[in-house]
């Protein structure tokens, strides 16, 4: 499968899952824990690395990412242009 750069970033959802984790008091580790309950296997620093835009975000890992943490698959993806 070839994972394809935007603006040189594997995901345009890196910075507002930050935004949203620490609006929460989550830690990466917490987070990470989190996900890992609700069936997404994912370590501390695929968390870190998705929040840097190194690693691809897939469509149902979002879901659960935005259900985690209160937010919309949308807000997720809008890149702060509201």
Request: overall charge positive; cysteine-free; proline content about 0%.
């Amino acid at each position: 499968m070839k994972i394809y750069d935007y603006k040189g970033r594997k995901n345009i959802s890196g910075n507002r899952i930050r935004e949203a984790r620490l609006k929460k008091r989550l830690s990466q580790a917490d987070f990470a824990a989190r996900l890992q309950i609700a069936g997404i296997t994912m370590e501390r620093d695929s968390v870190s690395r998705i929040e840097i835009g190194t690693r691809f975000v897939a469509d149902y890992e979002l879901m659960i990412i935005a259900e985690i943490l209160d937010v919309t698959v949308d807000w997720l993806l809008s890149e702060g242009r509201e």
